[in-house]
């Protein structure tokens, strides 16, 4: 079974930086697409994150320049570095895997973790 935990998350003023963390377990890394997700109140569930066919990094236009994505394939884990945070970035973060990019893609992966929350006050 799939397991993803997720941390790293909590409350930074706008403009300051967090790294979240999602440690995966019950397989190999390098098998799974991954990425990252977030849901404000209200709002549904978008994607932030998550690497490509070829590996390279996708980010949505809202984070773009901001958020780095990366992952350590030998540790099993995906990481978030989130730099100059604005309020509109307050959200649950979630990370997300799936064996089959499409469905990771459009956010109906088959494993979830149980989100970290990340809020930003201006």
């Known amino acids: 079974q799939v397991q993803l935990v997720e941390s790293g998350g909590g409350s930074v003023q706008a403009g300051g930086s967090l790294r979240l963390t999602c440690a995966a377990s019950g397989y190999t890394g390098s098998s799974y697409y991954m990425g990252w997700f977030r849901q404000a109140p209200g709002k549904e569930r978008e994607g932030v994150a998550r690497f490509n066919s070829v590996g390279t990094p996708t980010y949505a236009a809202s984070v773009e320049g901001r958020f780095t994505v990366s992952k350590d394939n030998a540790k099993n884990t995906l990481y978030l570095q989130m730099n100059s945070l604005k309020p509109e970035d307050t959200a649950m973060y979630y990370c997300?895997?799936?064996?089959?990019?499409?469905?990771?893609?459009?956010?109906?992966?088959?494993?979830w973790g149980q989100g970290t929350q990340v809020t930003v006050s201006s």
């Open positions: 997300a895997a799936d064996d089959h990019l499409v469905r990771l893609s459009i956010g109906n992966a088959a494993y």
